[in-house]
């Protein structure tokens, strides 16, 4: 019959419009649907029911641990009164040789004496450039590029704004444990292995078999750490 | 007369308490200015078109998760003529530029253009490639840029907030496009496809290039021919 | 609801035939044609060097007596070193399945002149078109050997090995200038005119207007009407590449003769990005997150494609939790990209966004799995060689990941894709535009070598994951849907029928994952500077959820860029078929018809 598809198909959209008052119904003894936490994560998962929009910029949602947007570089907390904590980078270049933009740029720092030494003295990332691949952070054997989950970053400009320097790019180790606290974690626990596995050796004392256990427990928490 | 001549002129003469009293003397622009700039932020309408990857981000955008129509940005226009705002979403190729510039030449002022994703702002990471463009903004001025690749629909809303903030700072007293110099109006030269993509505002830089060429080449045939007798 | 009409096809031969059909075929065919066959005998390299002159009888012989009428990839490769130039034909048998019979016809580098297949295989049609463009090979008989994916008057071959691009800055990555001395710069403010562009040496503009329309136009048929009556002229309508119906930057240019269309001819290569030569250049690994953006609404299956030819050049094996995770990714990927297909598909049949936005609900849900699981949304750079990067996350969107998946498969799917299925599927208006409109008859969809869900609307039960299964889909229950009409409606009814297979798929995939739960994800650690053990090329090719997807990747011994990196990309050579679907229906009929094919820009013009 004709004009039945059509009937059917403005059923769907009824049901719809109907629907998304009715869970404002279910949630509005419970402190309403809009604006409040409990309600936004119901809404945003499989089981949510009616309109499921992000307020954003009121709402936002929840950025998993793996989310990747452009990297930065993890420092110790700094110390009080200082503004910036030791690198964690060691300038081995590995992220450098597995960027596939080739956006990172390091300059290795210099002993006194010509030698090169294990830190960067600058660091730049061009994030015109950068494909958020998460490759640098995935293959850094120091964990110390690490994914961003900071998104807002909208500029006016970006001659300048768009190359993050060192010190666009140095974020204190608490700032990664916050936003990622399990796979944070996970890379303690596997450093910590790894350096008791290390000092073991070199005492040559341990039995052998135990610096074994050390590492090998040492690589399966790192790759744990992959796991989050 | 234009209303910023109407603002200013009360710098210059002396005014009477008595009449400063009764008479609304003021700057009618900064007193338009918020309704003005409330009503264009709040009616931004892209044009529909999509480059590429980020083309996706900017349509869920679009779509009920995300709802650009809070912002009253859900009419995305067909054509450039209705529109205010050009999302270049995604990477700019060499032979997609020419009709990009023709685009924003048909967009009716003002014209806004954001520039969304790594690619659109600086070639990404496509940039080394031999036909891309590294950066809509040699081409087009760029009022906002947002970075990722791509951007998620939520950086790419901070994207558009921003450039509502931008409108808010402008005024209709300074707005260039109701001035009749306005530096802004006008045709963008629409680049040409030769041997490689020409830019028409860099003819004499190539040209000179060239005739550089011809005169080394004139002149090493000319030590060769002097070499050889 | 529609009715369902699927077909099991033949299953993949086992151990115990001895020969697979295309060694058969391979050893007939040298039978056949004894004097201008010869074995490829390069290390690592497999099929048949041809005497480039005869390949069309090679190609004929291979269609009409041995049954391999399928010419899957023309890939052009580059051997500076020899002084030549090769094409490499990959042909695949519809009825028998199984590998391809490969045939390389070599021509001297300086003068690449060889046949055309166009006459025999009309899918070689953008392929021929594409390996003139990047390598400058002419093929004798073609019909309209223009540029592709550049533009005419462009300089050069761009894919040569001697072909230096404007940014051109070392041969291989990672570049020396980024370590240990890296001093940041743009590259553009080293070249002379500050952008990324050359011009040939001594080239000065001469002021006229270039203009790349006049020669599209001039391939198109502008006959006036002889027979008698009322005389009608022909119209030329150019739709794209700014159009809200082309799916991003695509360009047809539609000859008319009213409303009817007479001429159809796709204009691409508005977002050529130069895929190929830059992964060239790339290391193996870094070339994983490029493939994200070939057909960037399916990722994981670009990336899966890519890792299988790799597995294949470096010998890898993967651990079974990482297939199971691999096919998981794949399946859902298939029900995204479907449900974006049918949204914009009903866009363009005039359903204007309302169905688009409620399947586009269910797709950001797979999308927070990708993006939980991954770490983006769309470019997920999730495979590895030898495995995938992470495992399965712990929690998406503060549910257990289990939870999660079981609530979308046994529930949020299903129910999407019922609703659609309600929505759409019995509307008269969707009905009357799609019913007959743009049918493609199984010969013509086999000889054009459309893939995917278009070969199979078209009534042929040609699936990869059948007829040569790649991870564990031989171990995995589904039907491949087949429709046999053709036609557009046909084309949307077997998206809804591969989502509801690829839900049966996931459905039995769920218990393995969670009996694997805590075992490997990848079989070696993955290294950051993989390097080819041994020299040779491979072909990896994956169901993509919009056809075929090939990687052609041959590389040398111990090192650790590919030499050729081709994509077999399934949406660029299914355009082949849209001009001669197009043809005879009205003009209002031809965005539906694109619709239907499902084309993503990104892999069309890589
Ligand atoms: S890989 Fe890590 S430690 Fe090495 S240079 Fe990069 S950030 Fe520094
Ligand atoms: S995320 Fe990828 S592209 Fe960006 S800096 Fe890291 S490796 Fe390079
Ligand atoms: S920035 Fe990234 S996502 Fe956007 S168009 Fe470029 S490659 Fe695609």
Redesign the interface.
Same mark, same amino acid.
């Given at each position: 019959m004709y004009g039945f598809g059509i009937v059917k198909g403005l059923g769907v959209v009824i049901n719809h419009f109907i629907g998304s008052y009715i869970d404002d119904l279910r949630w509005a003894g419970k402190g309403g649907r809009y604006y409040n936490e409990e309600a936004f994560n119901v809404r945003q998962s499989p089981l949510g029911e009616g309109v499921k929009t992000v307020f954003y910029p009121e709402e936002k949602l929840s950025t998993p641990e793996r989310f990747r947007f452009v990297p930065f570089l993890v420092t110790d907390d700094p110390p009080p009164g200082q503004r910036w904590g030791h690198d964690w980078c060691t300038a081995c270049g590995i992220c450098v040789k597995v960027c596939p933009a080739q956006c990172i740029w390091i300059e290795r720092a210099k002993q006194p004496n010509g030698r090169p030494k294990s830190q960067p003295e600058k660091f730049f990332i061009d994030i015109d450039m950068c494909m958020n691949c998460g490759l640098c952070a995935e293959f850094c054997p120091f964990d110390a590029i690490k994914m961003d989950h900071d998104y807002e970053l909208a500029s006016y400009d970006r001659s300048t704004a768009h190359i993050h320097d060192k010190e666009r790019l140095s974020k204190p180790l608490s700032y990664w444990r916050e936003i990622s606290p399990k796979k944070a974690e996970a890379e303690d626990i596997a450093r910590k292995w790894a350096e008791a596995a290390k000092t073991k050796k070199r005492d040559k004392d341990g039995e052998g078999r135990e610096d074994r256990i050390a590492e090998v427990a040492a690589r399966q928490l790192y790759y744990k750490g992959l796991y989050y | 007369m234009t209303v910023a001549d109407t603002g200013s002129a009360n710098g210059d003469i002396a005014i009477p308490d008595e009449v400063a009293r009764n008479v609304f003397i003021g700057n009618i622009a900064k007193l338009l200015d918020p309704l003005y700039n409330w009503s264009r932020r709040n009616s931004i309408w892209p044009?529909?078109?999509? !480059?590429?990857?980020c083309?996706?981000?900017m349509i869920?955008t679009a779509?009920?998760?995300? /709802?650009l129509a809070?912002f009253g940005m859900e009419v995305?226009r067909?054509t450039p003529r209705q529109s205010d705002l050009m999302i270049i979403s995604?990477?700019v190729?060499?032979?997609?530029v020419p009709?990009i510039v023709r !685009?924003y030449n048909q967009m009716p002022e003002p014209r806004y253009v954001l520039?969304m994703g790594?690619c659109a702002?600086? #070639? #990404? +990471?496509?940039?080394?490639?031999?036909?891309?463009?590294?950066?809509i903004?040699?081409f087009l001025p760029?009022?906002?840029?947002? @970075? #990722?690749? @791509? @951007?998620? @629909?939520?950086?790419l809303?901070?994207?558009l907030?921003?450039l509502q903030e931008?409108i808010d700072q402008q005024s209709i007293a300074t707005a260039p496009w109701y001035r009749k110099d306005d530096p802004t109006a006008g045709m963008l030269p629409v680049p040409? !496809?030769? +041997?490689?993509?020409? /830019?028409l505002r860099? !003819?004499d830089?190539?040209?000179a290039?060239?005739?550089d060429?011809?005169a080394q080449?004139t002149e090493s045939a000319g030590v060769e021919a002097a070499a050889q007798a | 609801m529609s009715d369902i009409i699927l077909e099991p096809t033949a299953d993949a031969p086992g151990p115990d035939v001895e020969l697979t059909p295309a060694q058969e075929a391979t050893a007939k065919l040298k039978e056949l044609h004894p004097n201008v066959l010869s074995d490829d005998t390069r290390e690592g390299y497999e099929g048949m060097i041809v005497y480039a002159d005869s390949i069309t009888e090679v190609a004929k012989t291979l269609r009409d007596d041995l049954g391999f009428n399928y010419l899957s990839s023309v890939t052009g490769v580059d051997l500076i070193e020899e002084g030549k130039m090769e094409v490499v034909y990959h042909f695949y048998s519809i009825d028998r399945g199984g590998g391809p019979v490969v045939l390389k016809a070599q021509v001297n580098r300086d003068e690449p002149v060889l046949p055309s297949l166009v006459s025999i295989f009309p899918g070689a049609d953008f392929q021929e078109r594409e390996a003139y463009d990047m390598y400058g090979f002419n093929f004798l008989g073609h019909p309209d050997l223009r540029r592709i994916l550049t533009w005419d008057g462009f300089a050069g071959h761009p894919l040569r090995k001697d072909w230096k691009e404007p940014f051109f800055e070392e041969e291989f990555k990672p570049y020396g200038s980024r370590w240990p001395d890296g001093q940041v710069f743009r590259v553009e403010e080293k070249t002379p005119y500050g952008k990324n562009v050359q011009y040939p040496p001594g080239w000065a503009p001469t002021g006229e207007e270039y203009d790349i329309e006049t020669d599209v136009y001039l391939g198109l048929t502008y006959s006036r009407d002889a027979t008698p009556g009322l005389k009608t002229d022909k119209v030329t309508v150019n739709l794209g590449p700014q159009h809200p119906s082309t799916h991003g930057v695509f360009r047809m240019v539609v000859t008319l003769d009213g409303e009817t269309i007479v001429d159809l001819k796709p204009v691409v290569g508005y977002l050529h990005r130069n895929h190929e030569k830059i992964g060239e250049r790339n290391t193996f690994i870094m070339n994983m997150p490029y493939t994200d953006r070939l057909d960037y609404l399916s990722s994981m299956s670009n990336n899966l494609g890519y890792a299988l030819a790799v597995e294949k050049l470096f010998d890898l094996t993967v651990p079974e939790r990482a297939e199971w995770i691999r096919i998981l990714m794949v399946e859902l990927t298939r029900i995204a990209n479907h449900l974006w297909a049918l949204g914009f598909l009903l866009n363009d049949l005039g359903a204007l966004q309302t169905p688009m936005l409620y399947y586009y609900l269910e797709r950001e849900l797979i999308v927070d799995f990708f993006e939980a699981a991954s770490g983006s949304r769309m470019m997920c750079n999730y495979m590895r060689f030898s495995g995938v990067a992470y495992d399965l996350p712990d929690d998406v969107r503060g549910m257990p990941t289990m939870k999660f998946l079981e609530e979308l498969i046994y529930n949020n799917l299903p129910r999407a894709i019922d609703q659609g299925d309600d929505l759409m599927t019995g509307n008269e208006i969707v009905r009357a535009r799609a019913i007959g409109v743009g049918v493609l008859t199984p010969e013509d969809a086999i000889a054009m070598s459309t893939a995917g869900p278009v070969l199979r609307a078209s009534g042929v039960p040609y699936d990869i994951r059948r007829a040569e299964p790649y991870s564990y889909y031989d171990h995995l229950d589904f039907d491949v849907a087949v429709r046999y009409n053709g036609d557009i409606y046909d084309r949307y009814l077997i998206r809804v029928d591969e989502m509801r297979q690829s839900l049966r798929i996931l459905q039995q995939v769920l218990p393995y994952l969670k009996q694997t739960e805590g075992a490997p994800i990848f079989g070696d650690k993955p290294q950051y500077a993989q390097r080819a053990p041994r020299s040779g090329e491979s072909y990896g090719r994956v169901e993509n959820p919009k056809g075929e997807l090939g990687y052609y990747v041959t590389a040398k011994r111990r090192s650790g860029n590919p030499e050729r990196y081709h994509v077999r990309a399934p949406s660029f050579i299914n355009l082949t078929a849209l001009g001669p679907m197009a043809k005879g229906h009205k003009v209002a009929d031809v965005v539906a018809i694109l619709g239907s094919i499902d084309i993503v820009l990104g892999e069309v013009d890589r």
């Amino acid at each position: 019959m004709y004009g039945f598809g059509i009937v059917k198909g403005l059923g769907v959209v009824i049901n719809h419009f109907i629907g998304s008052y009715i869970d404002d119904l279910r949630w509005a003894g419970k402190g309403g649907r809009y604006y409040n936490e409990e309600a936004f994560n119901v809404r945003q998962s499989p089981l949510g029911e009616g309109v499921k929009t992000v307020f954003y910029p009121e709402e936002k949602l929840s950025t998993p641990e793996r989310f990747r947007f452009v990297p930065f570089l993890v420092t110790d907390d700094p110390p009080p009164g200082q503004r910036w904590g030791h690198d964690w980078c060691t300038a081995c270049g590995i992220c450098v040789k597995v960027c596939p933009a080739q956006c990172i740029w390091i300059e290795r720092a210099k002993q006194p004496n010509g030698r090169p030494k294990s830190q960067p003295e600058k660091f730049f990332i061009d994030i015109d450039m950068c494909m958020n691949c998460g490759l640098c952070a995935e293959f850094c054997p120091f964990d110390a590029i690490k994914m961003d989950h900071d998104y807002e970053l909208a500029s006016y400009d970006r001659s300048t704004a768009h190359i993050h320097d060192k010190e666009r790019l140095s974020k204190p180790l608490s700032y990664w444990r916050e936003i990622s606290p399990k796979k944070a974690e996970a890379e303690d626990i596997a450093r910590k292995w790894a350096e008791a596995a290390k000092t073991k050796k070199r005492d040559k004392d341990g039995e052998g078999r135990e610096d074994r256990i050390a590492e090998v427990a040492a690589r399966q928490l790192y790759y744990k750490g992959l796991y989050y | 007369m234009t209303v910023a001549d109407t603002g200013s002129a009360n710098g210059d003469i002396a005014i009477p308490d008595e009449v400063a009293r009764n008479v609304f003397i003021g700057n009618i622009a900064k007193l338009l200015d918020p309704l003005y700039n409330w009503s264009r932020r709040n009616s931004i309408w892209p044009v529909t078109f999509g !480059l590429a990857c980020c083309a996706i981000e900017m349509i869920c955008t679009a779509s009920s998760r995300y /709802d650009l129509a809070r912002f009253g940005m859900e009419v995305f226009r067909a054509t450039p003529r209705q529109s205010d705002l050009m999302i270049i979403s995604g990477t700019v190729t060499k032979k997609m530029v020419p009709v990009i510039v023709r !685009l924003y030449n048909q967009m009716p002022e003002p014209r806004y253009v954001l520039s969304m994703g790594a690619c659109a702002s600086g #070639g #990404g +990471p496509f940039k080394e490639g031999y036909n891309v463009v590294d950066g809509i903004d040699k081409f087009l001025p760029v009022d906002v840029y947002v @970075p #990722g690749c @791509p @951007p998620t @629909p939520q950086a790419l809303i901070n994207g558009l907030i921003a450039l509502q903030e931008k409108i808010d700072q402008q005024s209709i007293a300074t707005a260039p496009w109701y001035r009749k110099d306005d530096p802004t109006a006008g045709m963008l030269p629409v680049p040409v !496809l030769g +041997p490689d993509l020409v /830019d028409l505002r860099q !003819l004499d830089i190539i040209r000179a290039k060239a005739a550089d060429y011809e005169a080394q080449v004139t002149e090493s045939a000319g030590v060769e021919a002097a070499a050889q007798a | 609801m529609s009715d369902i009409i699927l077909e099991p096809t033949a299953d993949a031969p086992g151990p115990d035939v001895e020969l697979t059909p295309a060694q058969e075929a391979t050893a007939k065919l040298k039978e056949l044609h004894p004097n201008v066959l010869s074995d490829d005998t390069r290390e690592g390299y497999e099929g048949m060097i041809v005497y480039a002159d005869s390949i069309t009888e090679v190609a004929k012989t291979l269609r009409d007596d041995l049954g391999f009428n399928y010419l899957s990839s023309v890939t052009g490769v580059d051997l500076i070193e020899e002084g030549k130039m090769e094409v490499v034909y990959h042909f695949y048998s519809i009825d028998r399945g199984g590998g391809p019979v490969v045939l390389k016809a070599q021509v001297n580098r300086d003068e690449p002149v060889l046949p055309s297949l166009v006459s025999i295989f009309p899918g070689a049609d953008f392929q021929e078109r594409e390996a003139y463009d990047m390598y400058g090979f002419n093929f004798l008989g073609h019909p309209d050997l223009r540029r592709i994916l550049t533009w005419d008057g462009f300089a050069g071959h761009p894919l040569r090995k001697d072909w230096k691009e404007p940014f051109f800055e070392e041969e291989f990555k990672p570049y020396g200038s980024r370590w240990p001395d890296g001093q940041v710069f743009r590259v553009e403010e080293k070249t002379p005119y500050g952008k990324n562009v050359q011009y040939p040496p001594g080239w000065a503009p001469t002021g006229e207007e270039y203009d790349i329309e006049t020669d599209v136009y001039l391939g198109l048929t502008y006959s006036r009407d002889a027979t008698p009556g009322l005389k009608t002229d022909k119209v030329t309508v150019n739709l794209g590449p700014q159009h809200p119906s082309t799916h991003g930057v695509f360009r047809m240019v539609v000859t008319l003769d009213g409303e009817t269309i007479v001429d159809l001819k796709p204009v691409v290569g508005y977002l050529h990005r130069n895929h190929e030569k830059i992964g060239e250049r790339n290391t193996f690994i870094m070339n994983m997150p490029y493939t994200d953006r070939l057909d960037y609404l399916s990722s994981m299956s670009n990336n899966l494609g890519y890792a299988l030819a790799v597995e294949k050049l470096f010998d890898l094996t993967v651990p079974e939790r990482a297939e199971w995770i691999r096919i998981l990714m794949v399946e859902l990927t298939r029900i995204a990209n479907h449900l974006w297909a049918l949204g914009f598909l009903l866009n363009d049949l005039g359903a204007l966004q309302t169905p688009m936005l409620y399947y586009y609900l269910e797709r950001e849900l797979i999308v927070d799995f990708f993006e939980a699981a991954s770490g983006s949304r769309m470019m997920c750079n999730y495979m590895r060689f030898s495995g995938v990067a992470y495992d399965l996350p712990d929690d998406v969107r503060g549910m257990p990941t289990m939870k999660f998946l079981e609530e979308l498969i046994y529930n949020n799917l299903p129910r999407a894709i019922d609703q659609g299925d309600d929505l759409m599927t019995g509307n008269e208006i969707v009905r009357a535009r799609a019913i007959g409109v743009g049918v493609l008859t199984p010969e013509d969809a086999i000889a054009m070598s459309t893939a995917g869900p278009v070969l199979r609307a078209s009534g042929v039960p040609y699936d990869i994951r059948r007829a040569e299964p790649y991870s564990y889909y031989d171990h995995l229950d589904f039907d491949v849907a087949v429709r046999y009409n053709g036609d557009i409606y046909d084309r949307y009814l077997i998206r809804v029928d591969e989502m509801r297979q690829s839900l049966r798929i996931l459905q039995q995939v769920l218990p393995y994952l969670k009996q694997t739960e805590g075992a490997p994800i990848f079989g070696d650690k993955p290294q950051y500077a993989q390097r080819a053990p041994r020299s040779g090329e491979s072909y990896g090719r994956v169901e993509n959820p919009k056809g075929e997807l090939g990687y052609y990747v041959t590389a040398k011994r111990r090192s650790g860029n590919p030499e050729r990196y081709h994509v077999r990309a399934p949406s660029f050579i299914n355009l082949t078929a849209l001009g001669p679907m197009a043809k005879g229906h009205k003009v209002a009929d031809v965005v539906a018809i694109l619709g239907s094919i499902d084309i993503v820009l990104g892999e069309v013009d890589r």
